[in-house]
């Protein structure tokens, strides 16, 4: 091949790979169309994020066609889900790697035809799971009746965590569902598990 050939032949495939690059955009636009992600986010957690997306969800709300109290419940469950995945962020971490993994999270809300659904993703620290697990096992167990006089219980008792939530804000997103917490953790490696949190919202 000659110089200027490889210069042409170069310059088409850096085309067709711009090109591929842009069809992704639209076909990740298509995927979120048919999978009805109204809202999708991952990346690190702050304050700033918080209320950014609480705000972006209430507009996006307004316009949805569904009754005032749907609206009202999902919002609520949202506010929940993202005010755990803030304050239960691992921080324990010993390199700026470990560090932003820790504080990233995933965030999607999806509109289904009878429902909507919540779903996060976070890292944990492995040493966790089995607190958590216990936790979300005992919170599935219970009626709504039993969820509220155990939600009273453990503000009762003010054992409240190292975060300062008394791990009420699982209780909390199980009442404002509704519906049971359908939950997975998946091992990474030897230090994180990744969250996967589903909440369904009638």
Do not use: W
């Not at 000659?2 to 032949?9: F, K, M, N, Q, V």
Request: hydrophobic content about 35%.
């Amino acid at each position: 091949m000659t110089i200027a050939y490889l210069s042409e032949y170069s310059k088409f495939v850096r085309a067709e790979k711009h090109i591929m690059s842009l069809r992704r955009i639209y076909s990740l636009y298509q995927t979120m169309e048919q999978e009805k992600i109204i809202l999708s986010f991952s990346g690190v957690v702050t304050s700033d994020f918080l209320t950014a997306v609480l705000d972006i969800m209430e507009t996006k709300m307004n316009h949805l066609e569904e009754s005032p109290k749907t609206k009202k419940k999902v919002f609520n469950v949202l506010v929940e889900c993202l005010q755990n995945l803030y304050h239960h962020i691992d921080d324990g971490c010993d390199t700026n790697k470990e560090l932003r993994r820790s504080k990233s999270a995933l965030v999607m809300v999806v509109r289904e035809k009878d429902n909507f659904l919540i779903q996060t993703g976070n890292y944990i620290d492995k040493k966790s799971v089995a607190d958590l697990d216990a936790r979300l096992k005992k919170i599935n167990s219970l009626d709504k009746e039993h969820l509220r006089d155990y939600y009273r219980e453990i503000l009762g008792t003010g054992s409240v965590s190292e975060k300062g939530t008394a791990g009420l804000g699982m209780i909390d997103i199980a009442r404002k569902s509704g519906n049971k917490l359908e939950y997975e953790f998946l091992d990474i490696d030897e230090n994180f598990s990744f969250f996967s949190l589903n909440v369904k919202i009638d």
